[in-house]
């Protein structure tokens, strides 16, 4: 008997997955997709397209006389998917024992890297009208400060470099145990760990980061934190936010990328922004381009608005409208980035080798990868900037430091 785990969507379904793999290894073997027996999909349900992209999926496994079980989000919010305990399942059929053990923390160490995940918290204190993850994720639960900062120090004792904390808000951590910004108190310590390594920030609402950044205690300046921020505005109207019931403003997001920009210089921001939002007029998409234009995000994770079930939503903008402003958000967010990567050129440049594909991936300062033919997986090095390719930085290795 073996087994495989295909994970879909966000970080923290990584880390369940990490979780799940490390329970069956010592007692089923894994392998390839192909040579499984049992295939376990965790599933990702935010939008239509990939709920569409699983159950297809999911049926041609079963023609190839595979067991498939889904698990993860999608189970909980759709009725096309029927919810199974993955746990009983795996030990009434496979015999599978659990062991006791509650740890809420569970990294994800990616293979071939020196990153690791760490989850902070499950859940988040929102209601935005167009998510259905709230439903299957519920309300915020912060994991212990002291696990955290366990399971952190366990992994740069194995050599991993690189940390990625990860939760569906960063910026609301402990605020289900207490009424302030508690997230300052979390990275502080995580920074008082005598280790050379580099820290990224997970994704944080508006409001949150423009709280960070007006606070003089948090330790931006630390060299070691990644100047990356994941703030995702949602769109550039004020009033497709209050449709959206956003509890961030796009007056607070521009605010916090500005000060952000002032504080530290040279900063990465990704946001994330959904077209044809129901009642998204042409103006309100215009509204959308000239943020962008002014913010200038590097990355931009653009979704098409999709109904899902549980949500009292009407899908009133038509496919092919999405599309164009999709590809118009798309081709604005490709001239951006290629105009701030053609500044770079010929810097030279203190970076991380953090994984190997084909090809060596090293982060700046600002976690920007730049794209190397040669290095070492865990090592500070000294790059020169090249070129740029598929939207990437290239580089050539000068020196380990």
């Not at 990584?14 to 979780?19: H, Q, R």
């Not at 079980?69 to 919810?83: H, N």
């Not at 009983?88 to 990616?110: A, C, G, M, R, T």
């Not at 129901?278 to 109904?307: A, C, D, Q, W, Y």
Request: overall charge positive.
């Amino acid at each position: 008997m073996k087994f495989f785990i295909k994970t879909y969507g966000c970080k923290l379904n990584k880390t369940e997955s990490e979780k799940i793999k490390n329970i069956l290894i010592s007692q089923i073997e894994e392998s390839s997709l192909e040579e499984a027996d049992l295939v376990i999909l965790n599933s990702c349900g935010v939008i239509e397209k990939t709920e569409r992209k699983i159950l297809k999926e999911e049926e041609r496994l079963k023609k190839e006389g595979k067991d498939t079980i889904i698990i993860g989000c999608l189970p909980r919010i759709s009725s096309k998917v029927k919810e199974v305990s993955l746990f009983s399942f795996l030990k009434d059929k496979y015999k599978v024992e659990f062991s006791k053990d509650k740890k809420e923390v569970n990294p994800f160490y990616k293979e071939g890297s020196s990153c690791v995940i760490i989850p902070i918290s499950r859940g988040c204190l929102g209601n935005c009208s167009y998510c259905a993850t709230k439903i299957a994720k519920g309300r915020l639960e912060s994991f212990p400060k002291e696990e955290i900062l366990k399971e952190i120090e366990k992994a740069l004792c194995q050599g991993y470099r690189e940390i990625q904390l990860t939760s569906q808000d960063l910026g609301v951590y402990l605020m289900d145990k207490e009424n302030n910004f508690s997230l300052s108190n979390l990275i502080k310590e995580i920074l008082q760990i005598k280790a050379d390594f580099r820290l990224k920030l997970g994704m944080m609402g508006p409001k949150w980061a423009n709280l960070m950044v007006k606070d003089k205690d948090f330790p931006l300046e630390d060299e070691r934190l990644y100047n990356f921020f994941h703030i995702p505005v949602q769109s550039g109207d004020s009033d497709i936010l209050k449709k959206m019931n956003r509890e961030g403003t796009k007056e607070e997001f521009e605010e916090a990328v500005y000060l952000l920009r002032k504080r530290l210089g040279e900063v990465l921001i990704s946001t994330d922004i959904i077209v044809g939002f129901p009642g998204e007029k042409e103006e309100s998409f215009k509204k959308t381009l000239g943020m962008v234009e002014r913010v200038r995000p590097h990355i931009i994770n653009t979704t098409r608005f999709s109904i899902r079930e549980g949500l009292s939503l009407e899908d009133s903008i038509s496919p092919e409208i999405k599309k164009e402003r999709s590809r118009k958000l798309n081709q604005l967010t490709k001239k951006i980035k290629r105009e701030d990567n053609e500044k770079e050129l010929g810097k030279e440049k203190k970076v991380l080798i953090s994984s190997k594909r084909e090809d060596y991936i090293s982060r700046d300062e600002k976690g920007k990868a730049i794209l190397l033919k040669e290095g070492k997986v865990g090592n500070f090095s000294k790059v020169k900037v090249e070129g740029i390719k598929d939207g990437y930085l290239t580089g050539k290795l000068i020196s380990y430091l």
